[in-house]
T-cell receptor
Framework: DAGVTQSPTHLIKTRGQQVTLRCSPKSGHDTVSWYQQALGQGPQFIFQYYEEEERQRGNFPDRFSGHQFPNYSSELNVNALLLGDSALYLC?????????????FGPGTRLLVL | GQQLNQSPQSMFIQEGEDVSMNCTSSSIFNTWLWYKQDPGEGPVLLIALYKAGELTSNGRLTAQFGITRKDSFLNISASIPSDVGIYFCAGLFKAAGNKLTFGGGTRVLVKP
């Protein structure tokens, strides 16, 4: 049973650049959520995708956007990168029909903005 | 918005000891989840709680969903060196959407 996978594992970008992170959900899951985790802190919710639409959004600027594909995989895009965007980006998947929405996390993508 | 206060922020354990950590909130949650995160990795789900008052075990781990729906605790019995890591509580309130709100984490370290 394949768990949540994310790519790439690490990424280095410079200020002003754009980045795309990818996530494949756990087998059988249809909902993908993205979180940003700064060093020493708990993850912060960015947004959630279900049925290829953004279902809910956290307190993040429009520079953060996403997409969900028909196979339930998802991308997170960040434009005009700032130094403060350096963080571990986590993807979590869940099954909407379960009613419990327990979320399982991938290993994360470590983004460093220079 | 909803916030979770997790305590203690850090603790030292000696092999064989029982340890306890908790999370409190100013608002209610429908679901409480406990995760463990090792350095450089994503959080791994330990225990999920769906009902107020629920007490659930997973091996040496036991967690409870407080009856007020505003708190939860996690106990680790007979700790072993691999219990070292950061433990996070997370709450979900369906009326506010399906996002998880995380506590600040409890860092478990080995007593020198």
């Amino acid at each position: 049973d394949a768990g949540v996978t994310q790519s790439p594992t690490h990424l280095i970008k410079t200020r002003g650049q754009q980045v795309t992170l990818r996530c494949s959900p756990k087998s059988g899951h249809d909902t993908v959520s993205w979180y940003q985790q700064a060093l020493g802190q708990g993850p912060q919710f960015i947004f959630q995708y279900y049925e290829e639409e953004e279902r809910q959004r956290g307190n993040f600027p429009d520079r953060f956007s996403g997409h969900q594909f028909p196979n339930y995989s998802s991308e997170l895009n960040v434009n005009a990168l700032l130094l403060g965007d350096s963080a571990l980006y986590l993807c979590a998947s869940s099954l909407a029909a379960s009613g419990q929405e327990t979320q399982y996390f991938g290993p994360g993508t470590r983004l460093l903005v220079l | 918005g909803q916030q979770l206060n997790q305590s203690p922020q850090s603790m030292f354990i000696q092999e064989g000891e029982d340890v306890s950590m908790n999370c409190t909130s100013s608002s209610i949650f429908n679901t409480w989840l406990w995760y463990k995160q090792d350095p450089g990795e994503g959080p791994v789900l330990l225990i999920a709680l769906y009902k107020a008052g629920e007490l659930t075990s997973n091996g040496r781990l036991t967690a409870q969903f407080g009856i007020t729906r505003k708190d939860s605790f996690l106990n680790i019995s007979a700790s072993i060196p691999s219990d070292v890591g950061i433990y996070f509580c997370a709450g979900l309130f369906k009326a506010a959407g399906n996002k998880l709100t995380f506590g600040g984490g409890t860092r478990v370290l080995v007593k020198p």
